[in-house]
């Protein structure tokens, strides 16, 4: 998730953490795996400082689909872009993945 820091300051952590909880949720139920957020700079152009979140459960997926479900992410962030994973990778995401990720980034 991307958020501001003034949304933090005014909630603190933990209260930032508990407010994401419900929106997370209804993502999950909604099945949205993600979503990648290039907010516009005053000039309307993408902000080159855009955060993209990728879900941790996508590094865990099959080999066979990884690449679909990476590639929209990679593609959100752009050359500029800041890739990050919404948590932790799994321990036992296939290395597979993590190859095919990195060859992702680095061809875009």
Do not use: C, K, Y
């Not at 999950?28 to 152009?45: F, S, T, Y």
């Not at 919404?86 to 061809?107: C, Q, S």
Request: without cysteine.
């Amino acid at each position: 998730m991307v958020e501001s820091a003034a949304g933090e300051a005014f909630l603190g952590a933990d209260g930032a953490a508990r407010a994401r909880g419900p929106l997370l949720q209804a993502a999950e139920d909604a099945r949205i795996h993600g979503i990648a957020l290039r907010p516009p700079a005053a000039d309307g152009v993408a902000d080159a400082d855009a955060h993209v979140h990728v879900p941790a459960e996508v590094w865990a997926g099959a080999p066979t689909t990884f690449g679909d479900r990476f590639a929209p992410f990679v593609a959100a962030a752009g050359p500029d872009g800041l890739l990050l994973s919404d948590g932790p990778i799994p321990a036992d995401a296939p290395h597979e993945n993590l190859r095919a990720g990195r060859a992702l980034v680095t061809a875009a």
